[in-house]
């Protein structure tokens, strides 16, 4: 079963059996995608910092390696949106040479997660966190976009987003109404084109108007060509870059950390939204050792971080590919692209990138999602707000992890709210009353004089530690023997266990006797491990409340009681007679 955890699905598909119309299918379906591909791909490049023939570069290398390798049948990989903000920030501090080895160790840490077991526990990464970093990246394209959008004469683009504005603020004199048209134009277009058909994408459309448009009419707008020189037509061969020194790997880890976090949630939810469509399942640990591999090579053909492309891998399904094959032709699809017509993409409108990249990061935004989120629990708002608002004003590294962290405390605050803790014998004499359906509730028992039940329901650990001392600390009275009772407490850790540890000393310097009762098979483990189950003895663990009440009388040198009889209800017969529900019900601690 192991094994099987980590075979490739394109060796699955051959296996089940590959049919000539499966091929047609595919091939057609590699086709589309490779050309949806060719304008993101070469957008992506320029808005990530780096030339436009590395975006396709990126596209090449990771679609071809991702489809051969993936967990998903129907998985295409390349360069995404996601990535822009990341990928910019890391060249404009360490260079690209910076970004090469950042990628190289992402990728080591990609195959290590897959090894390790761990694609289902990305799949726990809180909603709220993806959600606010995805739509803080969807601002951040969008803000880096309006320079080339509007034909603002700027040098370079600040990467601080207020400064960002700023600037254009100084430079709206400049603006530029050729450029304007061709960047609204193009976003107008992608827009209405699915009117016309969805077998053609519109940004390929755009793309070869606006392109056409601005050559003819002699446009003054800037192009792929004026600002980037000519694109080459070749892919390059592998180059193994420098090995920086130690203090310099220690700087790159932490963003070398973020590119991996970041291709395993995108990956992981591109290839959950293919089952979805495909009805198949994905191997969530093979996709993160494919995305691994595809960011150890894209770095040595002079690409950039590539991931699980969720729009493409949609647009592949949508067009009937159902094995890796499509996503081996789509690869092949954009080289051959790159080989014949690589040349004439320097002709292509810098606004009409702008614009495309304008259209995907209001897709990325998901404004429904976060406007629904901005309506649910207030532990919820606060981290896709700090998340969000992270990525935009410091950077994305820090907003992952903070909002990481912020969740993981909101969440155990949740846990240890949700465990109730208390003397069950003193609510019993008037405060409160326990359900009195239930077979094992102190209502149908005896409790001696000098006897205190305290109950722990829920998980027992760290959070709900301060809790359980603070409730036994309230004791006026000094009991003879402490029942703690703990048929709901299913975990237990190391503090829990500490507080356990605090409560059996003190008992003991009082002269109080303590019983546990109801423990489950966990915090059993736990105790044995630590030695607590010697030190308690096991003459004082039950496992029912019935039998640790008797170990009260025995201290108490009083006689035992017998068990209640099982609590049975009853319903009516339509004829009027009681019937019972079955037989004795079995007893639970």
């Given at each position: 079963?192991?094994?099987?955890?980590?075979?490739?699905?394109?060796?699955?598909?051959?296996?089940?059996?590959?049919?000539?119309?499966?091929?047609?299918?595919?091939?057609?379906?590699?086709?589309?995608?490779?050309?949806?591909?060719?304008?993101?791909?070469?957008?992506?490049?320029?808005?990530?910092?780096?030339?436009?023939?590395?975006?396709?570069?990126?596209?090449?290398?990771?679609?071809?390696?991702?489809?051969?390798?993936?967990?998903?049948?129907?998985?295409?990989?390349?360069?995404?949106?996601?990535?822009?903000?990341?990928?910019?920030?890391?060249?404009?501090?360490?260079?690209?040479?910076?970004?090469?080895?950042?990628?190289?160790?992402?990728?080591?840490?990609?195959?290590?997660?897959?090894?390790?077991?761990?694609?289902?526990?990305?799949?726990?990464?809180?909603?709220?966190?993806?959600?606010?970093?995805?739509?803080?990246?969807?601002?951040?394209?969008?803000?880096?976009?309006?320079?080339?959008?509007?034909?603002?004469?700027?040098?370079?683009?600040?990467?601080?987003?207020?400064?960002?504005?700023?600037?254009?603020?100084?430079?709206?004199?400049?603006?530029?109404?050729?450029?304007?048209?061709?960047?609204?134009g193009t976003v107008t277009l992608i827009l209405l084109w699915p009117r016309v058909t969805h077998r053609i994408p519109g940004s390929l459309i755009a793309i070869i108007v606006t392109t056409a448009a601005v050559?003819?009419?002699?446009?003054?707008?800037?192009?792929?060509?004026?600002?980037?020189?000519?694109?080459?037509?070749?892919?390059?061969?592998?180059?193994?870059?420098?090995?920086?020194?130690?203090?310099?790997?220690?700087?790159?880890?932490?963003?070398?950390?973020?590119?991996?976090?970041?291709?395993?949630?995108?990956?992981?939810?591109?290839?959950?939204?293919?089952?979805?469509?495909?009805?198949?399942?994905?191997?969530?640990?093979?996709?993160?050792?494919?995305?691994?591999?595809?960011?150890?090579?894209?770095?040595?053909?002079?690409?950039?971080?590539?991931?699980?492309?969720?729009?493409?891998?949609?647009?592949?399904?949508?067009?009937?590919?159902?094995?890796?094959?499509?996503?081996?032709?789509?690869?092949?699809?954009?080289?051959?692209?790159?080989?014949?017509?690589?040349?004439?993409?320097?002709?292509?409108?810098?606004?009409?990138?702008?614009?495309?990249?304008?259209?995907?990061?209001?897709?990325?935004?998901?404004?429904?999602?976060?406007?629904?989120?901005?309506?649910?629990?207030?532990?919820?708002?606060?981290?896709?707000?700090?998340?969000?608002?992270?990525?935009?004003?410091?950077?994305?590294?820090?907003?992952?992890?903070?909002?990481?962290?912020?969740?993981?405390?909101?969440?155990?605050?949740?846990?240890?709210?949700?465990?109730?803790?208390?003397?069950?014998?003193?609510?019993?004499?008037?405060?409160?009353?326990?359900?009195?359906?239930?077979?094992?509730?102190?209502?149908?028992?005896?409790?001696?004089?000098?006897?205190?039940?305290f109950e722990i329901n829920g998980p027992f650990f760290f959070g709900a530690a301060d809790k359980f001392k603070n409730a036994l600390g309230a004791v006026s009275e000094t009991p003879r023997v402490l029942i703690?009772?703990?048929?709901?407490?299913?975990?237990?850790?190391?503090?829990?266990?500490?507080?356990?540890?605090?409560?059996?000393?003190?008992?003991?310097?009082?002269?109080?006797?303590?019983?546990?009762?109801?423990?489950?098979?966990?915090?059993?483990?736990?105790?044995?491990?630590?030695?607590?189950?010697?030190?308690?003895?096991?003459?004082?663990?039950?496992?029912?409340?019935?039998?640790?009440?008797?170990?009260?009388?025995?201290?108490?040198?009083?006689?035992?009681?017998?068990?209640?009889?099982?609590?049975?209800?009853?319903?009516?017969?339509?004829?009027?007679?009681?019937?019972?529900?079955?037989?004795?019900?079995?007893?639970?601690?």
């Open positions: 079963m192991s094994q099987h955890l980590f075979v490739p699905k394109l060796w699955s598909s051959f296996r089940e059996g590959y049919t000539r119309k499966q091929l047609t299918s595919d091939v057609l379906a590699g086709i589309i995608v490779g050309i949806v591909a060719l304008p993101l791909a070469i957008a992506f490049g320029i808005a990530s910092g780096v030339k436009p023939e590395q975006g396709l570069y990126t596209a090449i290398v990771a679609g071809l390696l991702i489809a051969v390798l993936s967990g998903s049948r129907v998985q295409i990989g390349g360069p995404t949106g996601a990535f822009i903000v990341i990928v910019y920030e890391i060249i404009q501090e360490y260079g690209y040479d910076g970004l090469v080895i950042a990628t190289l160790l992402a990728g080591v840490l990609l195959i290590l997660m897959g090894l390790a077991r761990l694609g289902s526990v990305i799949k726990y990464i809180p909603y709220p966190v993806t959600v606010g970093f995805t739509s803080g990246i969807a601002l951040i394209i969008f803000s880096g976009q309006l320079r080339d959008l509007f034909g603002l004469q700027m040098e370079q683009v600040p990467s601080e987003f207020i400064e960002k504005f700023a600037a254009y603020g100084e430079h709206l004199s400049t603006f530029s109404i050729s450029a304007a048209l061709v960047g609204l050559s003819l009419l002699d446009l003054p707008v800037a192009t792929i060509g004026s600002r980037f020189g000519a694109v080459p037509n070749t892919l390059p061969l592998p180059h193994l870059p420098a090995l920086p020194a130690w203090s310099e790997l220690t700087r790159l880890f932490s963003p070398a950390l973020t590119i991996a976090i970041l291709a395993g949630i995108e990956s992981l939810l591109s290839a959950v939204v293919a089952d979805g469509m495909t009805g198949r399942r994905h191997r969530s640990n093979m996709e993160l050792i494919a995305q691994g591999v595809a960011n150890l090579a894209c770095p040595l053909f002079g690409g950039i971080p590539a991931t699980g492309a969720i729009a493409r891998t949609a647009t592949n399904i949508k067009n009937g590919g159902r094995t890796p094959i499509a996503g081996i032709v789509h690869a092949v699809t954009l080289l051959l692209i790159l080989l014949f017509f690589g040349k004439w993409a320097a002709l292509i409108p810098m606004p009409t990138l702008a614009g495309i990249l304008v259209v995907v990061a209001w897709n990325m935004s998901e404004a429904h999602l976060f406007a629904k989120l901005l309506r649910g629990p207030r532990s919820d708002i606060l981290v896709l707000l700090s998340t969000f608002g992270l990525t935009v004003l410091i950077d994305l590294t820090v907003a992952i992890q903070v909002g990481m962290v912020l969740a993981a405390f909101l969440f155990m605050r949740r846990m240890a709210e949700a465990t109730k803790v208390g003397f069950i014998t003193r609510e019993l004499r008037g405060e409160e009353d326990e359900e009195i359906d239930d077979p094992n509730s102190l209502t149908r028992r005896k409790v001696p004089a000098g006897v205190e039940v703690l009772r703990m048929r709901h407490a299913l975990t237990l850790d190391a503090t829990a266990l500490k507080a356990l540890e605090s409560v059996h000393d003190s008992a003991r310097r009082d002269g109080t006797a303590l019983l546990l009762s109801g423990v489950h098979t966990q915090p059993l483990v736990v105790m044995e491990r630590s030695g607590f189950l010697e030190v308690i003895g096991d003459e004082n663990i039950f496992g029912n409340i019935d039998d640790a009440l008797n170990r009260a009388r025995e201290i108490l040198h009083l006689p035992a009681e017998p068990r209640p009889m099982p609590f049975v209800p009853s319903v009516q017969r339509e004829e009027g007679t009681s019937k019972s529900l079955g037989g004795a019900m079995g007893r639970t601690p």
